[in-house]
C-alpha cells in the first residue's frame, strides 16, 4: 500500500523559508503529478504547486513568486520551499499525489498526513 | 472566473438523502472531484470523475454534473457523514494550468 509521509520544520518566524518533504513509500514517483496543498486553520484547501516526473512543475499564481518545489526520484522524495513567511501562511501543509490529468478526468488519489505549520514570531 | 462555490453549510435527517453542490467554470472541462474530511484529518476521496467511487466508499455516495454545476449525493445519511465536504478540480481555460477547490460545506447529519 502506497503511502507518504511528509516532515518539516512547524514553527517558523516572519521572513523565514518553509522546508518541507514527502516520502513517497511502497510505490514509485513516476507516472503521476505530485502536489502540495494547504490549509488554514478554519478554512479550505489551497493549493499551491505541483511537479511531474519530468520535473515541469505548475503553481499556483498567487504564490508563484515565493514557492519552489523540487524532485528527488533517487530517493523517491519530492520538496517544497515557501520564503517571505507570514502569519498569513500559517496552515496544515499536505502532500498529495494524482495521476496525469486525462481531459476530464483528474484527481488526488492519496494524501499525506500533514504537518501543521505556524509562523509566529 | 477560476472558482468553484458551495453553500457553507446543508444538514440531513439521519437517514435521508442530501445534495451537495458545486459551481464553476472550470467543470465545463474537467470533472468535479469530491472530498470528506473530518476533524484533524486529511481530505479522503469519494467520488471521482463521472461516478466513481475509490475502493472502500459507501455506495450511499454518489456523483453527477451538468454543465457547470456538479453535485455530491448522499442517499441514506449516516452519523459517521457528519465531515466537511470538498469539491475540487484541474483548470485549464487559461493560458496557466491550475487546481481549485470549493470553499467546502459543512454537512450536518440531525
Known amino acids: 500500500q502506497v503511502q507518504l509521509q511528509q516532515w518539516g520544520a512547524g514553527l517558523l518566524k516572519p521572513s523565514e523559508t518553509l522546508s518541507l518533504t514527502c516520502a513517497v513509500y511502497?510505490?514509485?514517483?513516476?507516472?503521476?503529478?505530485w502536489s502540495w496543498i494547504r490549509q488554514p486553520p478554519g478554512k479550505g484547501p489551497e493549493w499551491i504547486a505541483e511537479?511531474?516526473?519530468?520535473?515541469?512543475?505548475n503553481y499556483n499564481p498567487s504564490l508563484k513568486s515565493r514557492v519552489a518545489m523540487s524532485l528527488d526520484m533517487s530517493n523517491n522524495q519530492f520538496s517544497l520551499n515557501l520564503r517571505s513567511l507570514t502569519a498569513a501562511d500559517t496552515a496544515v501543509y499536505y502532500c498529495a499525489r494524482a495521476r496525469p490529468p486525462k481531459i476530464p478526468y483528474w484527481y488526488f488519489d492519496l494524501w499525506g498526513r500533514g504537518t501543521l505549520v505556524t509562523v509566529s514570531s | 472566473s477560476s472558482e468553484l462555490t458551495q453553500d457553507p453549510a446543508v444538514s440531513v435527517a439521519l437517514g435521508q438523502t442530501v445534495r451537495i453542490t458545486c459551481q464553476g467554470d472550470s467543470l465545463r472541462n474537467y470533472y468535479a472531484n469530491w472530498y470528506q474530511q473530518k476533524p484533524g484529518q486529511a481530505p479522503v476521496l469519494v467520488i471521482y470523475g463521472k461516478n466513481n467511487r475509490p475502493s472502500g466508499v459507501p455506495d450511499r455516495f454518489s456523483g453527477s454534473s451538468s454543465g457547470d454545476t456538479a453535485s455530491l449525493t448522499i442517499t441514506g445519511a449516516q452519523a459517521e457523514d457528519d465531515a466537511d465536504y470538498y469539491c475540487n478540480s484541474r483548470d485549464s481555460s487559461r493560458n496557466f494550468v491550475s487546481v481549485i477547490f470549493g470553499g467546502g460545506t459543512k454537512l450536518t447529519v440531525l
Open positions: 511537479i511531474n516526473q519530468t520535473g515541469g512543475v
Open positions: 511502497g510505490g514509485s514517483l513516476s507516472g503521476y503529478f
